[in-house]
């Protein structure tokens, strides 16, 4: 199994690690969002080793992390004013860019598209891994780091969740503590003109909205007025972020009855409609009536309920509100059966 090493910022277990990605190995790494599982964006041998240690399909791209904007050039061009305006006010952050991609950037990393998803993690321990990293490989710099756990299953919050997740796959995981944030990034597609949100996360509309002094587009009207989708990005299938264990979306007036037949488990928001029978029953967990700490709390959650072999998992519906946008999509996925 992998070792879990914690390193400081200026460890000798940074240097190890870049080490090992510039032989072409896996390295588990903390962000603000969620672990991620790393491989050289440069080298295609090393970004298939992604692919295979996930179980993910080939033309599912991957989110290219780098550790500063000034490496922005060596994986996408013709980019915006809107890019590096998103980018000094949200980076580092939860952030994800949609951008066209530069010359030389491997198709492997792209899902073969001519699009590239970037950011800058909002985590000192990547942050470090990854200027390291650019210092030992001028003109690229990059890697590659989707979600260090399997294809369509619960994203990693902790270092333990990658080692449980893909074992021997990874050469070594950096341990940087739970995840701040708790979900994915925002993802926002900026390669055809106006600004379009492809996936919600901490980071809102509104506040990219403030920042760009412009409304959003609706990803609809641009497949309609275009004829064609939108560039394919992370955690857009139907069915993602999924426990094994079957998960259905509830009301609360709803959860006593499957509760009671026994063997089902419940996460519900801590919410002055809980019922005292709820806030004690035993498979019950609660978590805060609040997007962001519910967010952070939420995939912990879900993977200690998988793992103890209930035979359902119930979740609260969560309020139809734009504060709860992006933990409302994870949800809304991981009830999804048709694909599972």
């Given amino acids: 199994m992998p070792e879990i090493v914690t390193p400081d910022q200026t460890s000798a277990n940074i240097e190890r690690a870049v080490a090992l990605l510039n032989a072409g190995q896996l390295v588990g790494l903390p962000t603000e969002t969620v672990y991620g599982l790393a491989a050289d964006a440069n080298n295609p041998v090393a970004v298939a080793k992604i692919f295979a240690a996930k179980g993910r399909p080939a033309d599912h791209p991957l989110i290219v992390h780098l550790g500063a904007d000034d490496l922005l050039n060596n994986y996408a061009r013709e980019i915006p004013e809107a890019a590096w305006t998103l980018a000094e006010a949200f980076w580092p952050g939860p952030l994800t860019l949609i951008l066209k991609k530069a010359p030389g950037v491997p198709d492997i990393v792209t899902g073969g598209q001519d699009t590239v998803g970037v950011r800058i993690p909002g985590h000192p321990i990547a942050l470090a891994l990854l200027r390291a990293f650019a210092e030992a490989n001028p003109g690229g710099g990059g890697l590659a780091a989707p979600s260090a756990n399997q294809f369509g299953r619960i994203s990693p919050t902790a270092a333990a969740h990658v080692v449980t997740e893909l074992g021997d796959a990874v050469a070594l995981v950096l341990d940087g503590g739970d995840c701040q944030v708790g979900i994915e990034s925002t993802i926002v597609d900026l390669s055809r003109g106006d600004p379009v949100i492809l996936r919600p996360g901490a980071i809102t509309a509104a506040q990219i909205e403030l920042v760009l002094g412009q409304k959003l587009i609706a990803t609809s009207a641009v497949v309609e007025s275009t004829g064609d989708a939108t560039p394919r990005v992370s955690g857009s299938l139907a069915s993602h972020y999924a426990p094994l264990t079957p998960l259905t979306v509830l009301e609360l007036s709803e959860m006593k009855h499957p509760l009671a037949a026994g063997d089902c488990a419940a996460i519900v928001r801590d919410c002055a409609e809980l019922s005292v029978g709820l ?17 952070h709390d939420f995939y912990r959650v879900l993977r200690e309920l998988d793992a103890k072999g209930y035979r359902h998992i119930y979740v609260q519906n969560l309020p139809d509100t734009q504060g709860w946008l992006a933990v409302r999509d994870r949800l809304s996925r991981a009830a999804h059966r048709e694909s599972r």
């Fill in 279 to 295: 806030r004690q029953h035993g498979h019950v967990v609660i978590l805060a009536d609040q997007p962001a700490r519910y967010a």
